[in-house]
């Protein structure tokens, strides 16, 4: 059985980890199989929007130890996804940090437990739908460990550093409903409208929103750390240009005006 299953519907690539027996915990060869989905995804003219989740009852529960046992810790620092690219920001190119890097939007469907490297995966989604209930921890601390792959960094910038430092340090157990009051997922749902809701949305974005307008709002927003203001405004008239000139405004407009579904070019 794979333990990355790939799905696309209506738009919609859905990758799935699917290890429900170990609430999906992720060891070596399944990182590597979650990258190629990812890529994947990105380069498939038939998905614009990608969801991820997990099988069973949980979205994912961490690293699985006994999958990582005979590494050396050095090839887990290291170790790149794929050869390093020049042409893009290298702070999305290390090992656990490449879903910024990928042109299409990413929603996280957190189905249930989501801890350690799990968490990590969602928070560097950019859209996190979960159960209400779903339970999340940071883990890292309760294991003798640090905040591993970037994870201070992403949380920070999620849900400010009172919270970070609140959810690293204690790396106690929060659900849903608490992530959705403090910033860390966008929406917190009953468990049984999960799916619903997230395919929903992301259907509408699949449909409604030009594939080239979202890749390049999704690399702007992902510019800002590194950015000043001017350097943002000047990126941003750079991209104006490109999109008013495209064949996608132009249909935008078209189909505003008609008052129909537009058709945008795939990536």
């Given amino acids: 059985m794979s333990t990355i299953l790939y799905d696309v519907s209506d738009g919609v690539a ?15 060869g399944m990182i590597e199989a979650l990258w190629a989905a990812a890529y994947r995804a990105a380069e498939d003219q038939e998905a ?3 969801v991820l989740t997990g099988a069973g009852r949980g979205f994912c529960a961490g690293a699985d130890v006994t999958g990582f046992g005979g590494l050396d810790p050095e090839a887990l620092i ?8 020049m042409n893009q920001r290298p702070d999305y190119q290390t090992r656990h940090s490449l879903f910024p890097a990928i042109p299409k939007p990413i929603i996280a469907m957190i189905n249930g437990p989501a801890a350690g490297l799990g968490l990590l995966y969602a928070l560097f989604c950019d ?4 159960a209400e209930g779903a339970t999340m921890t940071t883990a890292f601390v309760r294991r003798g460990l640090a905040a591993e792959y970037g994870f201070a960094w992403i949380l920070t910038k999620l849900v400010g550093q009172a919270n970070a430092l609140d959810l690293l340090l204690s790396a106690r157990r929060f659900t849903g409903l608490e992530a959705e009051r403090m910033g ?3 929406r917190a749902v009953p468990l049984k409208d999960l799916a619903n809701k997230t395919y929903a949305y992301a259907r509408d974005m699949a449909v409604n929103c030009s594939p080239a307008a979202m890749k390049a709002v999704k690399q702007q927003v992902y510019d800002v750390p590194f950015e000043t203001l001017a350097e943002s405004v000047r990126t941003a008239n ?8 495209s064949e996608d405004f132009a ?3 078209r189909s505003f005006l ?8 795939p990536l």
């Fill in 14 to 28: 859905t990758i799935t980890l699917n290890k429900p027996d170990k609430l999906n915990a992720l060891d070596d």
């Fill in 48 to 50: 614009r929007v990608i």
């Fill in 78 to 85: 290291t170790k790149m996804q794929r050869p390093f690219d």
């Fill in 127 to 130: 859209i996190r739908f979960s």
């Fill in 184 to 186: 860390l997922v966008n």
């Fill in 238 to 245: 750079q991209m104006m240009l490109t999109t008013n000139a």
């Fill in 251 to 253: 249909e935008g407009t």
């Fill in 258 to 265: 008609e008052k129909r579904p537009p058709k945008f070019q």
